[in-house]
């Protein structure tokens, strides 16, 4: 009895010291000098979350005020390639200049990319306004977790990565907010202008927060680091391949466009995969990448081909506002729709066991693709709570496949490059919906979108075979998905 009685008492304690841990873990994060880099990098990924969704809200009264709806793709197609070369400067700056300098340099190419917008005239200021704000937003995403890595303890890493993580979600909620009421004023312009008061704030905590000297002893400034510009040039150059060949809104240019961005990755591929093959040399994608003869391959690729039929969400709030007549509000929270169903469907499936997590990667994208068709028709003819219902299944199918997907490429690479596979799953999502969001601008121009003789009828018709067109993709990533599965027999 007596060994039973200290066997609870220990339990208890140990309960006990486990609950206090908990929280003084959580406390921690901003302890100890570590809360003003804390509060450095969520308010630079806030920044750049929050923005995304303003400038999803704003955009139809922008397009409207400066023309260039042919080029209404490039809106999100250019912040997406710059995002992804941001995301790839992210550590070599910080090895190189050190993480307050790399903040710096990263908040003010936001900064500049946002006041480009602000004061563009035309559509081509804009659009390189949009370049540069995606490079800005890429190196203080990526920046955030080498920030992590760096400063804190590993003790406090899932911690201070779920901080971040949450930042997207207040991002997803005031986001249309702000954009719905500047663009209902008819002060778009504030939207972008926001920006640099916001940045110049985060550049002022970032001074002050000591990352020169947390930092000192893992990085030395001035260390020579090589970036591989050539494969990440040919990446850019297949993306805007396929967005050159939709603006005409012709068959044969938008076939050529398409050829030559599937070459043009093609190629970066090749290359990296020499490269990885050279002695010495480093890879930007891991083995087999986008090749579904092996399972990571297939995974990869219904990872790339789920989360790049997302793109299509973006013509929402368009038709809601400029074509239905609807509040910008009502079309900026629209089209964070499919970003919150896909988190809460992601939190919702994170535990599922194995038997229940092959079920996931083979009905989400059965779910995602539902959600397409549908939306497509609700587009057409149905009313806001309609449409919003049919985008829920275009996120929630992603989401309950994402984690087990995500999960199964890690366990599919080499030994080797397992932690190369783990970074390569942000970087896969970047490439796929910069391509989409391309193809995107193809489908919806092929279709009417921007032909001024079909006027209204032309966008609503442009959207809607744009969802239809759509559906296939995650409808193709089932496909990748039961050939992963059978590469990777259950255990």
């Not at 220990?10 to 486990?18: D, F, I, P, S, V």
Request: hydrophobic fraction near 60%.
């Amino acid at each position: 009895m007596a060994l039973n009685e200290s066997g609870g008492g220990a339990r208890n304690a140990a309960g006990r010291t486990a609950d206090r841990d908990a929280l003084v873990g959580w406390a921690v994060l901003f302890a100890k000098g570590n809360g003003g880099p804390l509060v450095v990098l969520t308010g630079g990924v806030l920044m750049h979350a929050l923005s995304l969704r303003v400038v999803a809200t704003v955009l139809p009264p922008a397009v409207a005020e400066i023309g260039g709806l042919r080029f209404f793709a490039w809106t999100m197609t250019l912040a997406f390639v710059g995002a992804i070369w941001g995301a790839a400067f992210a550590a070599p700056l910080a090895v190189s200049r050190g993480l307050r300098d790399s903040y710096r340099i990263s908040l003010l190419l936001f900064a500049g990319g946002s006041a480009a917008c602000a004061t563009a005239p035309g559509i081509g200021l804009f659009l390189a306004g949009r370049l540069l704000q995606g490079l800005g937003g890429g190196l203080l995403t990526a920046l955030a977790y080498t920030t992590i890595s760096q400063v804190f303890p590993a003790t406090l890493h899932t911690r201070a990565i779920t901080m971040v993580s949450s930042v997207w979600s207040v991002g997803a909620l005031a986001g249309p907010l702000l954009g719905g009421i500047l663009a209902g004023l008819g002060l778009w312009r504030w939207a972008f202008w926001a920006d640099v008061p916001i940045a110049a704030a985060v550049a002022a905590l970032a001074e002050r927060a000591g990352l020169s000297r947390r930092d000192a002893s893992r990085t030395r400034a001035g260390t020579a680091v090589k970036i591989d510009f050539g494969r990440l040039t040919l990446l850019g150059a297949g993306v805007m391949a396929v967005a050159l060949g939709g603006i005409s809104g012709r068959v044969f240019p938008a076939g050529c466009g398409l050829v030559a961005g599937i070459v043009l990755l093609a190629a970066m591929l090749r290359i990296d995969r020499a490269a990885g093959a050279a002695a010495g040399g480093s890879r930007l994608l891991p083995t087999g990448a986008f090749d579904p003869r092996g399972a990571l391959g297939a995974v990869s690729l219904a990872m790339a081909l789920m989360a790049g039929s997302t793109t299509a969400a973006f013509y929402v709030p368009y038709v809601v506002t400029a074509i239905g007549g609807h509040a910008p509000m009502a079309g900026g929270y629209l089209s964070a729709v499919v970003a919150v169903s896909w988190t809460v469907a992601a939190l919702a499936s994170a535990s599922a066991g194995r038997a229940r997590a092959r079920r996931f990667i083979i009905g989400g994208p059965m779910l995602s693709a539902s959600g397409l068709v549908l939306s497509a028709w609700m587009l057409r003819s149905g009313s806001l709570a309609l449409v919003a219902l049919t985008l829920v299944p275009i996120g929630a199918g992603v989401g309950v496949a994402w984690a087990h997907l995500a999960s199964l490429m890690i366990a599919s690479a080499a030994a080797a490059e397992r932690g190369l596979a783990g970074a390569f799953i942000s970087t896969l999502q970047l490439i796929a919906q910069a391509f989409t969001s391309a193809l995107a601008g193809i489908v919806a121009n092929l279709a009417g979108f921007a032909d001024p003789a079909l006027g209204a009828e032309g966008v609503v018709r442009g959207v809607f075979w744009l969802f239809l067109a759509f559906s296939l993709l995650p409808a193709a990533a089932m496909l990748a998905g039961m050939r992963a599965l059978r590469l990777d027999p259950p255990g």
